[in-house]
């Protein structure tokens, strides 16, 4: 997918004098930060130069990662990627820390989100409440969750959605850069389609500007007047903090992947059907999309067990010594128990048509459950749940 034109800006807004964030545009990576320092004037614009300090001094090992990606998009090179920019998101946290130590300023700190391009993929990592969004055919979808206190109580449903949007608890941050601790950063994988655009942007610019109004103010062919629109109107709304942004276009040119289905299919399947769009967008890097032509075996009877499979699209028929049992289509699932233990297929799979599936192995779904356990251990109980339904259905 090729960018189009990539525009930053940053302005300290209505409300302050003096700016603490700071934008990253490399378009040759390409990557795209926007870091929110905090911790006022010699505090949180230090915090949020070491940020992007350390963006720069990864950029070659950044390169390289997105070269294998884009070579082969096997799960292990993603997450690789993945584990680059966590990586780099915690040496930029030890860094502002140590600096924090040096000025005697304990209270420093930055939000930061940093967004690369592969092919027709974005993956974006995230700590804080520094967003990125999608624009696709006139609106706005956020691909971030905010590590704040609102959110979390949000997400629990200790609140409603009315009650979180006037939340003082929105200002409360529960990780930034600079902690002093490991930061446990949110990396996404998003599939662009043709004519989609990105904005990275700081929570001035969330503070101030909804996303209705967001998506009303974007045009990406003309993504300079965009930007200055966006801007102008967080200042117009009284912007309670800076306001920066990074706008991203991209071509036209479509794709033949099936972008709306694969996102339909995990919103139905059990697994993933309970979590948010942000989650899925996490989950995205675990799982690896493989092609079947018509007549491949998918599986076979008798044959280790060790990945769950979703169909995107096409149609699979599902035979045990040769008797026919059942026919899978778009939007369903085989193979379960094999990310429970250990096991060999009970049943032979092939293809009946050209057919795209989805699958997470048993050692991609324990690496999520270490890296991220509490998304992990949801997964796990949706998991359980389908077990003893399998169970029951055994017994019956």
């Known amino acids: 997918m090729r960018i189009t034109q990539a525009v930053a800006a940053t302005h300290p807004g209505r409300q302050r004098e003096h700016n603490e964030d700071a934008v990253l545009r490399l378009v040759k990576v390409p990557v795209f930060v926007v870091a929110d320092g905090m911790g006022g004037p010699g505090g949180g614009d230090v915090a949020a130069a070491i940020a992007l300090k350390t963006v720069r001094r990864y950029v070659d090992a950044m390169i390289a990662r997105n070269e294998a990606v884009a070579s082969d998009r096997a799960t292990p090179n993603r997450l690789a990627l993945g584990n680059l920019l966590d990586e780099l998101f915690n040496a930029a946290s030890h860094e502002i820390f140590a600096e924090a130590q040096k000025l005697k300023r304990p209270g420093i700190g930055a939000t930061m989100v940093l967004a690369t391009v592969v092919r027709n993929y974005a993956y974006i990592a995230h700590i804080g409440d520094t967003r990125a969004y ?16 609102a959110e979390f109580k949000l997400r629990r449903g ?23 601790v490991e930061v446990d950063v949110d990396l996404a994988q998003v599939r662009l389609a ?16 909804d996303e209705a109004s967001m998506a009303a103010n974007i045009d990406l062919a003309d993504i300079p007047r965009s930007m200055r629109r966006l801007v102008a109107l967080a200042n117009q709304n009284g912007a309670p903090d800076n306001v920066s942004a990074i706008l991203i276009g991209f071509d036209a040119e479509q794709s033949d992947e099936p972008i709306e289905a694969i996102t339909s299919v995990m919103r139905q399947v059990f697994l993933f059907s309970e979590l948010s769009e942000q989650e899925r967008l996490i989950i995205a890097p675990y799982l690896e999309e493989v092609v079947f032509a018509k007549g491949a075996t998918v599986t076979s009877e008798g044959d280790p067990a060790d990945t769950f499979y979703v169909v995107v699209s096409g149609r699979l028929r599902v035979t045990s010594q040769g008797t026919h049992l059942t026919d899978v289509k778009e939007g369903g699932h085989f193979g379960e ?23 997470l192995s048993r050692a991609h779904f324990h690496e999520l459950l270490r ?26």
């Open 194 to 209: 043709g004519g989609d655009g990105l904005l990275l942007c700081s929570d001035g610019l969330v503070r101030a500007v």
């Open 337 to 359: 128990l094999a990310l429970a233990r250990p096991s060999h297929r009970s049943a032979t799979v092939r293809a009946l048509t050209d057919a795209r599936l989805l699958g």
């Open 134 to 149: 999608l624009y696709r055919q006139g609106r706005v979808v956020r691909l971030t969750e905010d590590h704040s206190l």
């Open 158 to 180: 200790r609140i409603t959605r009315e009650e979180y949007e006037t939340s003082a608890d929105r200002q409360i941050l529960y990780q930034a850069l600079g902690a002093g």
């Open 371 to 396: 890296h991220k356990p509490e998304l992990g251990a949801r997964l796990a109980v949706s998991l359980l749940d389908a077990v003893g339904e399998r169970l029951r259905d055994l017994s019956d």
